[in-house]
């Protein structure tokens, strides 16, 4: 079992940076790939950026290309999303998420493939 907590969300405006992080309970944090995902209101949930369980393979979304990344700290068991040059479109309700395995890139944007959720971080970006 694993338990998911995000935190780092808020307010900004457009162009702004935030740092969201996803710390993770239990010790076998590192045997887990982690992933973000986001929804947006009336909108589906959709992929946002994924690492594996070793760190070393990433996939992201289009959309967050070169604004965006992923890193993991097996130390604290927290798996960070940096977000630069935040867009109004950005706005969502951001959640972290493990799965058991790593994916290929189809997969990994899955979100039915991942075991555990966080309760999500509120980011509004504003123009």
């Known amino acids: 079992q694993v338990q998911l907590a995000e935190s780092g969300g808020g307010l900004v405006q457009a162009g702004g940076s935030l740092r969201l992080s996803c710390a993770a309970s239990?010790?076998?944090?590192?045997?887990?790939?982690m992933g973000w995902f986001r929804q947006a209101p009336g909108k589906e949930r959709e992929f946002v950026y994924y690492?594996?369980?070793?760190?070393?393979?990433?996939y992201y979304a289009d959309s967050v290309k070169g604004r965006f990344t992923i890193s993991r700290d097996r130390a604290k068991n927290t798996v960070y999303l940096q977000m630069n040059s935040l867009k109004p479109e950005d706005t969502a309700v951001y959640y972290c998420?493990?799965?058991?395995?790593?994916?290929?890139?189809?997969?990994?944007?899955?979100?039915?493939?991942?075991?555990?959720w966080g309760q999500g971080t509120q980011v509004t970006v504003s123009s």
């Open positions: 690492i594996s369980r070793g760190g070393g393979l990433t």
């Open positions: 239990g010790r076998t944090f590192s045997s887990y790939a």
């Open positions: 998420a493990a799965a058991r395995l790593d994916y290929v890139y189809g997969l990994a944007r899955d979100a039915g493939r991942y075991d555990y």
